[in-house]
């Protein structure tokens, strides 16, 4: 599966041939700063005890495979990352 770019539109992720993917969105309005590193260097949040995926360190095949799999998966997600495309 070849993965070129994904779309942010509204809030939501979607594959570059339009398929939805995931709403983002964190019910306990968590910041990237509120979020503690575990010594495998994976992200954790106390608030909600769950592991959260930093989108930085997974390639976009990997995180599409996620997504699909389980849509409450939790994402750091960064302006500045590449496989992401902001649209207004």
Request: charged share 30%.
């Amino acid at each position: 599966m070849e993965v070129k770019l994904l779309n942010i539109i509204e809030k939501n992720i979607y594959m570059d041939n339009g398929s939805f993917l995931k709403k983002i969105e964190c019910p306990k309005n968590i910041s990237a700063s509120d979020l503690n590193t575990q010594p495998d260097n994976k992200l954790f949040c106390n608030q909600c005890e769950k592991s959260i995926i930093d989108a930085q360190a997974i390639s976009e095949d990997n995180l599409v495979k996620v997504l699909k799999e389980d849509k409450n998966t939790c994402l750091k997600i960064s302006r500045l990352n590449p496989m992401f495309r902001f649209v207004q």
